[in-house]
């Protein structure tokens, strides 16, 4: 069975520290768990209630990768694509944790 470490409030703070100051994406744990049902963490988490919610390390740093497109003004739907389209390539269910994206350079 999956587990996890980080309850979603402790993710947000976690979240929220690692934003560069000059881009604010406010996350909170309510952001944290619409994206964790909307399929953008490990898909067994889709349906854990949220008072026994928590999200593994790669789960964290999927978020914090969603966080900065948002903060960037990239919207929910390329998120989605960009997600879906690279869920299946590499064959990784974390794709934003586990694969390089951006400049390589």
Do not use: C, N
């Amino acid at each position: 069975m999956y587990e996890g470490i980080y309850a979603p409030p402790t993710a947000a703070r976690y979240l929220l520290a690692s934003r560069a100051a000059e881009r604010v994406y406010a996350v909170t744990s309510r952001h944290l768990i619409r994206w964790i049902r909307k399929g953008l963490a490990h898909p067994h988490l889709e349906d854990v209630p949220g008072r026994d919610l928590t999200i593994a390390f790669q789960d964290l740093v999927s978020m914090r990768v969603i966080a900065a497109l948002r903060a960037a003004g990239v919207s929910w739907p390329r998120i989605h694509a960009a997600e879906a389209w690279l869920r299946p390539h590499p064959g990784h269910q974390r794709p934003f944790a586990t694969e390089q994206l951006g400049p390589t350079d």
